[in-house]
């Protein structure tokens, strides 16, 4: 079975079964190989020949490929020669670890990653604000719990997180001080969250420390649960009291008063007149809060709108009406307003009536519209005189009330009765209401007064006229003229009738005064025709007035020349050869009008002289002695182009024409005319060799031959391909234009292609052959070694290869010498490899250079290698990598190809000569500066700066002294290059930082414990003796206790426990007073019994008396041990009381003293 593989450095996997690995993305859980996660047989153990070995503890199969165990590697142990990572919060410093308990716990301040195959560095430090106790496996799994923060890198412990201060708040984790706390909290020292002011309070600014920095919500405000700045209260509401909670705690405004502004302690104005202010009022005029239209309030305490009171008669109230800024309204003229009434314009006076004053109650007091007016609604004066054409009586409510009656009309203005309207006159007519007859219109007639209508107006009768407006008797036409009904005019008698009566109407013209056939009736005719014998004029026929009135003329192609024609059949026909036409119809043809004109012939009944044209191909000219009746055939060599042709146009030069051509015919193709006027197409002649005739109808060739085609004869194109009449230019030959045939290339050139149109355009011969020339379609042979044919060549040796360059047979250029090569002659086919020592690292040498500093080159070398890193060569010509030289001491050579090193060692790391880097890690040539060490640049081996006494290090890679941290208070450093501390101070003395020595006397470092203070080992300061203890000598380790009697309040000598006082102890708590009824007035009682009882005939009042409070009071008695200068025996101390009966005690008195004899004593 195949053993799984551990991935090499660098590389990981992420689940099992994998048959690779990937590489690392740089993270600390991939320094070293991996446990065995994967397999080459791809997950699945694959077969082996021979089964591995064990591998003793501590070793495992470094590779499966080959037997053998290895060490096991940093960071691991191994065990069944598998090799498992050190487990997270440890680190593996050693090779050949066998278990997992030999895997060294992290130091506390630190993290270690799984795997981590070296004491932690400053980079693996513990966060700000988390602590890392030994064996800690991850950077923020302790975080300073909530209250507390941290304050810097590497806490060892939950003790380093320091108490959160006062005004900052601290969660889990904090950094530095902590949060501020925010406005409307505070934060006590050690806040875990903030704490939010209670209700009723407020804070305006940050970093509040306690509850006491909540202020009280002043009045006019509410403040809820962590306020930040007092929530004012909104206009409408008010509040009196201080340190409110809450919106609700805002009272709405008092009935009848107004709260206009934010914040009121008390409403701030009253409601105004015109308005009411119901309980949470803003504003003392709010719209919405207005009195009702058609109410008033003067008062400024109303609540309801119900509490308004109703406008009084006589006035109008708006919306809002009450107090100076708004009386009531009073009502404008023309209206009248009753109680309650809204606007002064609400009831107006009716139509009819008016009032010019203000202030009416009601409708009646409006009066009635004077006769001659008219008063619309709401009048305040009568509204207009009675508009012309009508009649106003009192009351009249508008203009055109009452029209004057049709027939009738008045133009006046103010009518105040009927009687008042004229009646209408003659030629005229009235409608209803008219200020103005209307004249009867022209065409019509009135000869009665009181037309009441258009309608009343007649027509006026046919043989009359009435040409203007309000027309009372009609005018007579008279003889030569004629109307219809209703004519404005009398018109002149038509044409071809006669008008004879003096009133003739349109109808007897039409159907009775007709004029008769053969004779002319002229406009405005005033008689009979007949008795007048007015004949149809020559030219002329005349069917009669009922026909056609004029003369008609002869029709075009006939002419007349006898008056008195009656119909057209009368006019007589136009002779062949003739034409008869006349323009103007006015005055027909009496006779033939002229001959027949040239291109024209005419039949009998020719009209225009332009009728009938001779056609293409034919011709007639009068000149000629052609007859008029037709035409005669176009001669050979002319043509007839157009009708109507008069003399024939000869043929012209590329066409032909035979007798009767209406066309001239083109000479066909491959042809041309050479002179005009030719009669056959055998008079065309053929185009010439070198040119061609593209199109017929040519009058000479069309071009020359097309470039790149030659033209024999009768060429159609200037670039046949047919053969007889030419073609495309063949191979190996040119044809510029005009060619008849094909030239050859010249020498040295060819051509193996078609179609060539100049000499340019043979090829040149191609790069790397030669041409002699003739008519050769290919190159003649190959350019020879040592020489190159660039192209065009007409010899084997056209150039010759120069210095660091060759050629072979056939080159068309001379070759650059290859990198590694070079050639000193010319003329040359090949190149000599590179000198050891030189360097050919460009093409085309003659000469190669020495191979530079920092670099060697073997025998033919192209690229100079370069030194490795980790060595340089500072002279140029080296052959070998031997002649390379180790990086120095101190340096590092981190780039190949170096000629010097390139700069010292980084801080924190040696080299010891040879190094490749500035910061070696666990390499022969350097590593890592070691903990207790520090390495300034350049240093060269690892122990050359140790850390100095009173320091140390346990951090790697320290780069100057300042990473040697001081010995830390209450430990020692005695020598140089520690890791540790070396151990914790004397007992006796102390250290305070940087202490060299166990028992420091310097002051500086620390020193010999003082007087009063103890030093137990490790001590970082002198401890003051805690109360009941002292010192009183200097170097002690631990503190005496007090002697009884005695109290140690400071440290130092006891001192004598005060009168008054016994003490048990050596502290304050061991001070205890005598008691009332005792005193002490000695010093250094150790014990409650030698409080001394107070002595006969006086009282010890307090605690801790050191003398007896004074005397006892006269009528009693104090035996001992009284408190009370009266004491009564039931609550008192000791033995004493009042003074019995028959006995008298004076101040002082320690027993009573019997009355004398003879007296007594009731009390």
Known sequence: MAQPL?????????????????????????????PSLWSRAGGQLGQRSRPLQPCPAGMHHGDVERDGCVMCPLG?????????????????????????????????????????????????????????????????????????????????????????VEGRFCPAGSVGPGLPCARGRYCPAGTLREILCPRGTFTPHQGALSIKDCLRCPAGFYCPEATRDPVPCQPGTFNPLDGQDSAEDCRPCYPGKACTRVALKAPDVDCMPGFVCPPGTARPNLPANACPPGTLSNRTDLTDREQCQLCPASFACLRGTGGIQRPPLSCFPGHYCPAGSMFPTQHKCPPGTWSERGGLESERECQPCPRGWYCLSGSGAPSGRCI????????????????????????????????????????????????????????????????????????????????????????????????????????????????????????????????????????????????????????????????????VPCPNGTYSGQPGLRDEADCVTCPAGKFCFSQDQDQPATEPTGSCPNGHYCPPGTGHPHSFPCPAGSFRNNSLGHGGESCVACPARHYCGTPA?????????????????????????????????????????????????????????????????????????????????????????????GSSYPSPCPPGTFSNSTGLMHTQQCVSCPPGYYCLGSNSSAPTGRCAAGFYCPGGADSPVQREAEEGHFSREGAVKAEDCPLGTFQPGRGQGRCLQCQPGRLCNETGLSQPPLCPSGHYCPPGSSV????????????????????????????FCQNPGLSAPEGPCAPGFYCTGGSSTATPVNLRSGDVCPAGYVCPPGTMHPHETPCPPGTWSNVVGGQDLSTCWLCPPGFYCNTSALTQPTNVCAPGFY?????????????????????????????????????????????????????????????????LCPEGHFCLGGTLDDILACPPGTYNPLQGQNQLEQCLLCPPG?????????????FCQAGYFCLAGINFRNPDGNISTGVGGACPRGHYCPEGSSLPHACPPGTSSNR
């Open 6 to 34: 551990p991935c090499p450095p660098g590389e990981d996997t992420t689940q099992p079964g994998q048959s690779s690995c990937q590489r690392c993305n740089g993270t600390a859980s991939c320094q070293g190989p991996r």
């Open 76 to 164: 691991y142990y191994c065990t069944g020669g598998v090799s498992i990572w050190c487990p997270a919060g440890s680190y593996g410093a050693k090779e050949g670890l066998q278990r997992e308990r030999d895997c060294s716990p992290c130091p506390a301040g630190f993290y270690c990653l799984e795997g981590s195959s070296r004491r932690p560095g400053s980079q693996f430090l513990c966060p700000v604000g988390f602590y890392c106790e030994e064996g800690t496996a991850v950077p923020h799994g302790s975080p300073c719990p909530a209250g507390t923060a941290g304050g810097q890198l590497g806490q060892t412990s939950r003790a380093a997180c320091k108490r959160c």
């Open 388 to 551: 012309a054409g009508h009649y106003c009586p009192e009351g009249t409510m508008f203009g055109t009330q009452s029209p004057c009656p049709a027939g009738t009309f008045s133009n006046m203005m103010g009518n105040g009765q009927k009687a008042d309207c004229q009646i209408c006159p003659k030629g005229y007519y009235c409608k209803e209401g008219t200020s103005k007859p209307t004249a009867c219109p022209p065409t019509t007639y009135r000869r009665m007064k009181g037309a009441q209508r258009p309608q009343d107006c007649s027509l006026c009768p046919a043989g009359y006229s009435c040409p203007q407006s309000a027309t009372v008797q009609p005018t007579v036409c008279g003889v030569g003229s004629y109307s219809d009904e209703g004519s404005v005019e009398c018109l002149p008698c038509r044409r071809g009738h006669y008008c004879s009566n003096e009133t003739t109407s349109a109808e007897v013209m039409l159907s009775v005064m007709v004029c008769p056939a053969g004779f002319l009736c002229s406009q405005g005719l005033d008689r009979e025709p007949q008795r007048s014998a007015v004949f149809c004029p020559i030219g002329f026929y005349c069917p009669g007035g009922s026909i056609n009135p004029n003369p």
């Open 645 to 737: 042709t008069r003399t024939p146009s000869g043929c012209p030069q590329g066409f032909y024409c035979p007798e009767g051509s209406s066309t001239p015919a083109p000479c066909e193709e491959g042809t041309y005319g050479p002179r005009p006027v030719l009669a056959d197409a055998s008079e065309c002649a053929p185009c010439d060799g070198g040119r061609y005739c593209s199109g017929v109808g040519q009058t000479e060739p069309s071009g020359t031959c097309e470039a790149g085609f030659y033209c024999r004869h009768r060429a159609t194109t200037a670039t046949p391909v047919d053969g007889p009449s030419g073609g495309l230019c063949p191979a190996g030959s040119y044809c510029p234009s």
């Open 864 to 891: 100079a290698r370069p030194c490795p890193p980790g060595s340089y060569f500072a002279h140029p010509g080296a052959i070998e990598v031997t002649h390379c030289s180790l990086c120095d001491a101190g340096q």
């Open 991 to 1055: 250290c305070s930082g940087g202490a060299k020595s166990s028992m420091p006397v310097d002051g500086e470092s620390g020193g010999r414990c003082p007087a009063g203070s103890y030093c137990p080992p490790g001590s970082a300061s002198p401890s003051p003796c805690p109360e009941g203890t002292f010192s009183n000598s200097t170097g002690v380790a631990e503190c005496r206790n007090c002697p009884p009697g005695k109290i140690c309040l400071r440290g130092e000598d006891p001192e």
């Open 1098 to 1110: 006086r009282y010890c009042e307090e605690w801790g008396l050191s003398e007896p409070s004074g």
